[in-house]
């Protein structure tokens, strides 16, 4: 796997004003955790 594309990347979500918070590649593995059982916890409440 080459990042030969990551500047198009960027540079999109640049132009669409988005920031670190808003890529979910860029969060802790503890944010990210916490973003998952939050989830899973609203979906079983539908359930």
């Known amino acids: ?18 920031t670190k918070d808003d890529v979910i590649n ?4 503890t944010r990210l955790r916490r973003f998952l059982r ?3 916890r609203e979906q079983q409440a539908r359930s």
Not at 1 to 18: E, I
Not at 26 to 29: E, L
């Open 26 to 29: 860029t969060w802790t593995k």
């Open 1 to 18: 796997m080459t990042h030969a594309n990551a500047p198009y990347g960027v540079g999109t979500a640049q132009r669409g004003w988005l």
């Open 38 to 40: 939050k989830g899973r």
